[in-house]
């Protein structure tokens, strides 16, 4: 039978990230005395807590019970450089102030049935689009406004769902409006409140990024939904990178499309091109709302 460890990985680990008790109990949001108990031996963290110590300390929860380290999970995710600074703080102010702030919905959506939140300052413009409702995918992009013209630069694609009946859209909005600069995709690490709890976690950086966030309730899964993405090009230069030291172009129709339409501020289809009655585009969709 393989040796538990728990209590001496637990707080190699700890010290390895220059994290006491107490700031690795905030982390969790649990007493100091639970932390000093499981270090200890005394007792035990539940599956919930140990998969999120796992995460915080970017190991597999076996390493962090046997001592296996021969795989790792994300880590810490690495620091900006000072390019992307500027479009992570974008980022911050566009979530908070639409779909985690309760921002107004698009009158006029991009796409048929699909719910748009729209946020734009002098340098940037951010639009989040989704499709669905108890399952559901979109996506978000941000374009940097160069004199007459918005190029793309940012995008990141999610798609989720609704597993339980115990799930509240309030209590995501609410986790969402905590994303952080250093990971500005979705929610922070941890986030609790009453009996809900959410988890998010996440590798990569600005450039290229993956992650996946879960909400418990009462320690039932009742929401989850997975998330990638990354940055287009540097906004100062052109749509082309090198690949093998030659010169490909980045073709993606959809972000095209998508530019297009932002260019034009036109975020309304062409129904006759579509050859779809208007009133479609009008008429309320009792499924289509995220709950």
Same mark, same amino acid.
């Given at each position: ?12 680990? *700890?010290?390895?990230?220059?994290? &006491? ?30 998969? $999120? ?10 390493? $962090? ?16 450089? $000072?390019?992307? #600074? ?21 009158? #006029? ?37 160069? #004199? ?28 969402? &409006? ?28 600005? #450039?290229?990024?993956?992650? *996946? ?20 090009? &540097? ?20 972000? $095209? ?35």
């Amino acid at each position: 039978m393989t040796a538990i460890h728990f209590p001496f990985n637990l707080q190699k680990y *700890r010290k390895a990230r220059n994290l &006491s008790q107490e700031d690795l109990a905030e982390k969790l949001q649990v007493s100091r005395q639970a932390v000093a108990k499981w270090e200890k031996g005394a007792n035990y963290p539940d599956i919930l807590n140990l998969t $999120l110590l796992a995460d915080i300390f970017g190991v597999t929860v076996d390493a $962090l019970i046997y001592g296996n380290e021969c795989t790792e999970t994300a880590g810490t995710l690495p620091a900006f450089p $000072l390019s992307a #600074q500027k479009l992570a703080e974008f980022l911050l102010i566009a979530k908070k102030n639409s779909y985690a702030g309760n921002g107004a919905e698009e009158k #006029q959506p991009c796409r048929p049935l699909s719910h748009d939140f729209i946020y734009e300052d002098e340098d940037f413009l951010y639009l989040d689009t989704y499709l669905g409702g108890t399952a559901f995918s979109g996506e978000e992009a941000v374009w940097e406004k160069q #004199q007459d013209k918005r190029v793309p630069i940012w995008s990141m694609n999610y798609a989720g769902r609704i597993l339980a009946d115990g799930f509240n859209s309030r209590f995501l909005k609410e986790a969402l &409006s905590h994303v952080q600069k250093e990971a500005p995709f979705r929610g922070p690490e941890l986030y609790r409140k009453g009996e809900y709890v959410y988890h998010c976690s996440q590798q990569g950086n600005m #450039q290229w990024f993956q992650g *996946r966030e879960e909400i418990y309730y009462r320690n039932q899964k009742v929401y989850e939904c997975e998330f990638h993405g990354g940055r287009w090009h &540097s906004p100062a230069t052109p749509l082309f990178m090198q690949f093998q030291r030659k010169p490909v172009r980045i073709l993606e129709k959809s972000h $095209l499309f998508l530019s297009e339409l932002v260019n034009s501020h036109s975020f309304r289809f062409d129904t006759k091109l579509l050859k779809l009655p208007d009133r479609i585009f009008d008429a309320a969709d009792p499924e289509g709302q995220m709950p």
